[in-house]
């Protein structure tokens, strides 16, 4: 199983970012797929799960302002972050049954 995220820059507070995750190997639609997050000297965090079934789920700091969803024919899973924070800075990484792509960096400043 491999999964890449990509998507990721520097955008302005307040600004929004799409990040991608390209999946092969296994079917998303059959799986949880999460994005966690890392920022420097941090621990890293979920951020938001969608699971096999759909079901969506978020942490509290990013409810209202990020949206996972996935696109079955793509095999895709997605992260659309609305309302940027500087303290949204971060690695941001997709997983799926504990395979882990590489992250995408993430920078919030003006």
């Known amino acids: 199983v491999q999964l890449q995220a990509s998507g990721g820059g520097l955008v302005q507070p307040g600004g929004s970012l799409r990040l991608s995750c390209a999946v092969s190997g296994s079917i998303v639609s059959l799986n949880t797929v999460n994005w966690h997050r890392q920022a420097p000297g941090k621990q890293r965090e979920s951020v938001a799960t969608i699971t096999f079934g759909g079901r969506t789920n978020y942490a509290d700091s990013v409810k209202g302002r990020f949206t996972i969803s996935r696109d079955d024919a793509k095999n895709m899973v997605y992260l659309q972050m609305n309302s940027l924070k500087p303290e949204d800075t971060a690695v941001y990484y997709c997983?799926?049954?504990?395979?882990w792509g590489k992250g995408t960096l993430v920078t919030v400043s003006s």
């Open positions: 997983e799926l049954s504990d395979y």
